[in-house]
């Protein structure tokens, strides 16, 4: 497994990442670790328990306090999977409840596929479905110590069970897969309307720096980009031509982005009536 690599956008606030666009790096998904007095506060501990583990060992060299927390943005296994390892080790695990639902949906399936794969088995070993244990519906506000932290549904975008977490004192947002810098997004259960407007709710916040789920944190600039992104993947798919072609076309506009595995996909779901 490759190295974790830490970025302090904070004093209290650390972004961890395995980088990289395949399954075993948790696709390049990022986990945001937010420290207070009494508890740090783990959001999407990646793809794995092996995964989760790195980011604990990380963050017990960042942070005094111990992961009490954890909050999934969304219920794709490369950022919630991770998170049976802290369950198992009494954090509480908090989630949308469409978050929860596709959980308890999907990742029974997944993980058994994983595991018999060969490949993947030592990886996914210890893996199983954790429901998370705290669920809501509009936000919540957890004190980690000196440190408050907003939870809230930013609506039916990503996923169905999309959430957005703030910390106001520090004017940082952590997004979920609402924003992707550098990697393509995976449409496969998204609202292309409710994508638009989850993005118009970040922005509306005007936070100083906002951490994507995947790629580099950023300014509004990252929020704005991905707007842009959206709007660009609409004009390339109007355009005739095969699904092929449109992918081609995708993959042009955006050179050096990783996760081109989900074109076809993206160019499906922009071209369906």
């Given at each position: 497994?490759?190295d974790?690599?830490e970025t302090?956008i904070?004093e209290?606030?650390?972004?961890?990442t395995?980088?990289?666009?395949?399954?075993?790096?948790s696709w390049?998904?990022?986990?945001?670790a937010?420290g207070?007095?009494h508890?740090?506060?783990?959001v999407?501990?990646?793809i794995?328990?092996?995964?989760a583990?790195?980011v604990?060992?990380?963050?017990?060299?960042?942070f005094?306090?111990?992961?009490?927390?954890?909050?999934l943005?969304?219920h794709?296994?490369?950022h919630?999977?991770?998170?049976s390892w802290?369950?198992?080790?009494?954090?509480?695990?908090?989630?949308h409840?469409q978050c929860?639902?596709?959980?308890?949906?999907f990742?029974?399936a997944?993980?058994?596929e994983?595991?018999?794969?060969?490949?993947?088995?030592?990886?996914?070993?210890?893996?199983?479905?954790?429901?998370?244990?705290l669920?809501?519906?509009g936000?919540?506000t957890?004190d980690?110590g000196?440190?408050g932290?907003?939870?809230f549904h930013?609506g039916?975008g990503?996923?169905?069970g999309d959430a957005a977490v703030?910390?106001p004192?520090?004017s940082?947002?952590?997004?979920?897969?609402l924003v992707s810098?550098?990697y393509?997004v995976?449409?496969e259960?998204a609202?292309?309307e409710g994508f638009e407007a989850?993005?118009e709710r970040?922005?509306s916040i005007?936070?100083?720096?906002?951490?994507?789920?995947?790629?580099?944190?950023?300014?509004a600039?990252?929020?704005?980009?991905?707007?842009k992104y959206?709007?660009?993947?609409?004009?390339?798919?109007r355009?005739?031509?095969?699904g092929a072609e449109?992918?081609?076309r995708?993959?042009r506009a955006f050179?050096g982005?990783?996760?081109e595995m989900v074109?076809?996909?993206t160019?499906r779901?922009?071209?369906?009536?």
């Amino acid at each position: 497994m490759n190295d974790l690599t830490e970025t302090r956008i904070r004093e209290n606030i650390a972004v961890l990442t395995l980088g990289g666009e395949e399954m075993t790096t948790s696709w390049g998904a990022n986990c945001t670790a937010i420290g207070g007095a009494h508890a740090t506060l783990v959001v999407d501990p990646l793809i794995a328990p092996a995964h989760a583990r790195a980011v604990e060992e990380a963050v017990t060299r960042i942070f005094a306090a111990p992961v009490r927390w954890v909050v999934l943005t969304h219920h794709h296994t490369d950022h919630a999977l991770g998170s049976s390892w802290f369950a198992r080790n009494g954090a509480t695990v908090v989630a949308h409840a469409q978050c929860r639902r596709g959980i308890e949906t999907f990742h029974p399936a997944i993980v058994a596929e994983r595991k018999r794969d060969p490949a993947l088995a030592g990886l996914f070993a210890d893996a199983e479905c954790l429901p998370p244990a705290l669920t809501f519906s509009g936000e919540l506000t957890i004190d980690l110590g000196g440190v408050g932290v907003r939870v809230f549904h930013t609506g039916h975008g990503h996923t169905a069970g999309d959430a957005a977490v703030h910390v106001p004192a520090e004017s940082v947002v952590v997004t979920g897969d609402l924003v992707s810098n550098g990697y393509h997004v995976n449409f496969e259960d998204a609202s292309l309307e409710g994508f638009e407007a989850g993005l118009e709710r970040l922005l509306s916040i005007g936070a100083a720096t906002y951490v994507p789920g995947h790629g580099a944190p950023g300014g509004a600039e990252i929020v704005e980009a991905e707007r842009k992104y959206l709007t660009r993947i609409r004009e390339l798919v109007r355009e005739d031509g095969s699904g092929a072609e449109r992918v081609e076309r995708i993959r042009r506009a955006f050179p050096g982005f990783l996760l081109e595995m989900v074109l076809p996909d993206t160019a499906r779901r922009f071209s369906a009536p």
